[in-house]
């Protein structure tokens, strides 16, 4: 019973998050604007809202039991794409932003091959998860030659990169045991809701105490 309560909070509340970090982005687009990355995170965002949507509507399970995945893997697509729009807008190094455009190119491949080899779609959102944590670390390698470095707390991308970058690399071992059913009870998702709310938090922690976008 105590279980299944905690199930139904973390449940119930990982959406508030979810719309909470948009509102606050939304809220927040005129301190930001003039990172040329901030539209990308706010269609991220309403990306994510738009999918919770239509798993309302049609009922596919897409942040529940995941029983059906259809709809998570097309989710899946447009979430690595936006997600990498982000990553490539804040690369300026041009060897890296060769990096991202291949890391960006070959997921893409994969995804796509994954309709004709369906013992590879149960593993694209893992794939998904490994490439935006490469594309993560490819921003802090960035961020950490050069003058930024010196007040990285101050800046956004910082935060809502330690945001992405704790989901990213837990979801895939979360997903490759999903996936492969190798667990059946909903206690697990616990750790995923809470993991999304820790994500979201960095964004709405980032967004408030962040320094304005320099012109």
Request: with cysteine.
């Amino acid at each position: 019973m105590e279980e299944s309560l905690f199930y139904n909070l973390l449940f119930n509340s990982f959406q508030y998050f979810e719309f909470g970090s948009f509102i606050m982005a939304l809220f927040f687009y005129k301190k930001y604007k003039n990172y040329s990355f901030y539209k990308y995170f706010i269609i991220y965002l309403f990306n994510i809202i738009l999918f919770k949507t239509i798993d309302y509507y049609t009922g596919q399970g897409l942040m529940d039991d995941y029983d059906d995945m259809d709809l998570y893997n097309i989710y899946t697509f447009f979430e690595f794409n936006f997600f990498a729009l982000i990553y490539y807008s804040l690369i300026k190094n041009i060897l890296r932003l060769r990096l991202v455009t291949g890391l960006i190119l070959l997921f893409n491949c994969i995804y796509f091959l994954s309709f004709y080899f369906t013992t590879l779609s149960a593993f694209t959102v893992q794939i998904e998860g490994l490439f935006n944590s490469l594309l993560i670390i490819i921003y802090f390698i960035e961020l950490l030659n050069s003058n930024e470095i010196l007040n990285y707390k101050k800046l956004f991308p910082f935060w809502m990169s330690v945001g992405f970058l704790v989901f990213y690399l837990t979801s895939i071992p979360f997903f490759t045991l999903v996936y492969l059913k190798l667990f059946d009870t909903r206690s697990m998702f616990n750790l995923l809701y809470a993991l999304i709310i820790l994500f979201h938090s960095c964004f709405i922690f980032g967004l408030i105490s962040c320094r304005k976008a320099e012109d």
